[in-house]
């Protein structure tokens, strides 16, 4: 008999499948979790750009203006949205965040000239406050939804979907339920409080164009309507939204993130952000719509680089939720409190995870303290120091995105375009219908060369 | 009485006189005439007043109401009143889907029948109807009272929260988590100050109370697929 013992895992029933089994039949209900998709999907990473060289010639880096000036809402809106940067921050409910959390955001968002979105649960008297351009979303759940924050909104974005979730409803579960929460979305406190996935008022594409005309006869059309769509038939659906009557459309793709949802949508529903971002571009064009209808694209931009390949592959601007969550101090060792670090390995461990692994945003015991009302957690973000990190994110975001797009000869980052972009892998170049680096073959476009 | 001809002006020229122009005026009773179907009417109000639609209106009819009190002459779309925050809209005819979806306050009167989803998302607002409603009305009800003087449809009132439904005919079928409730005196006491606000004369011993058996409350595997 050989001495070496052969242990052969099953790749198809691995340990994390029948962790997953063992735990569905001990417990008798899906998993529900935080955070967007773990797993490897095609993504901004797999393309790269062909910067300036002899038949390019790139701008002097540090002394050659390139403007990152951003407008949205130019279609029908009397104000469009003027930005100073195309990185938004992303729709996050107050609910999910503390209060202290969207404070931060806001202040980070006005110090660097752009907006923020509210989320599921309508609009704190903070967020108003401190986000000088804040976008109000009107969901399928209306929760706190009501006519003064409207006309209190910059721009209103109305969601259909959402990347991590397209087609479900949202969810907070009754720990994060608390007093004002449940003030503000009418329920009584520590219900688990689920969200409808379909609007209440309309149904289909015809009513939608209702729909927004009635937000517009609200606003006495002066403010920008965004449309935001979960990525699965971008295509059409951006058609829909511009046949609608949307002065922007926000694509959100598989990774974006999401403060509870099954793990089944999360990791098995939706298209990721780069095939979506191709398909919406399309669709615009297709419709002679593009640059008159602008594109936000979201879901798992994390890098100056990602904002680049954004802004290149056709959109105006970038949303980014789990960024700036991470920004604030998600997944980190510690917390900063009083200006020390302290460790949050316990409060971790007691969640059954560790730094670098956690998802458990629906829990409300988020040990760095940005998901959560627990009023003991929430003090671990003070939002002075919050907005400074934030801060820092966007502007290193926008100085890299600036920088790449000098190196391509551009004195403006939406002057970057597609012929500045080729991919590393036949996915990504079949996604986002850009040639594989060294050749000119687009796969399903071109023939092989 | 100022008048506003749907024919001379468009929905957007009267809303944005509502808006705008109204709440600098002594004017308080207002009419529009010739709606013929328009969508948006009368959207966004914010000022104390009385409107008389004289006709038809399209979806939309009172959307987000506060404070104006808004009959209608005729016939409603979808979503009349969705929103409302106080004030009142009052339907002499029938109206189509999604009445009073989302409303936090005030008070919607249909004296005819409803389409579907009638209450939908309700989180405060009071729905009193003359005839039936749809299948699927109440559904997700937060907060508010709706009163059905006729029959109600399929699974009403499903996964209800803090809403109570009063049924005077037949219900079709109760949603997930809804359940019939011995009626009260409270009961009886709120119901007939909600009948006499609509006009109509019902005695409130011949309603049924539906609310929430709040199982559906919190998360749980015995919630199975109607969670
Ligand atoms: S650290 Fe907090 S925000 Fe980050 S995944 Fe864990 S619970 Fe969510």
Redesign the pocket.
Known sequence: MSKHQHLEESVGFSSKTRDYIQRASSTGLYEIR??GAKRALPSFDDLVFLAGSASRYPLEGYREKCSTKTVLGTRFAKNPIVLDTPITVAGMSFGALSANVKESLGMAATNMGTSTTTGDGGMTPEERNSSKTLVYQCLPSRYGFNPDDVRRADAIELVIGQGAKPGGGGMLLGQKVNARVAGMRTLPQGVDQRSACRHPDWTGPDDLAIKIAELRELTDWEKPIYIKIGATRVYHDVKLAVHAGADVIVVDGMQGGTAATQTVFIEHVGIPTLAALRQAVEALEDMDMFGTVQLIVSGGIRSGADVAKALAMGADAVAIGQGM?ISLG??SETYIKDGEHHSAEADYAALGTKAGF????H?GK???G??TQDPILEQRIEPKVGAKHVTNYIKTLTMELTTVARACGKSNVHHLEREDLVALTIESAAMAKLPLAGTSWIPGVTENK | MESLDLEKMSVRDINQYLHKTLPGTDVTELEIINPTGEHNIAVGMDTECTIDVRGHAGYYLGGMNKKANITVHGNVGNGVAENMMSGSVHVKGFASASAGATGHGGTLVIDGDTGLRCGISMKGIDIVVGGSIGNFSGFMAQAGRMVVCGDAGEGLGDSLYEAVIYVKGTIKSLGADAQLEPMTETDHKALKELLDFAGFDHDPKEFKRVASAKQLYNWNADANQEY
Do not use: A, S, Y
């Open positions: 935080g955070i969550m998600c997944n956690c998802h458990h945003c829990t988020c040990p760095t940005v998901t």
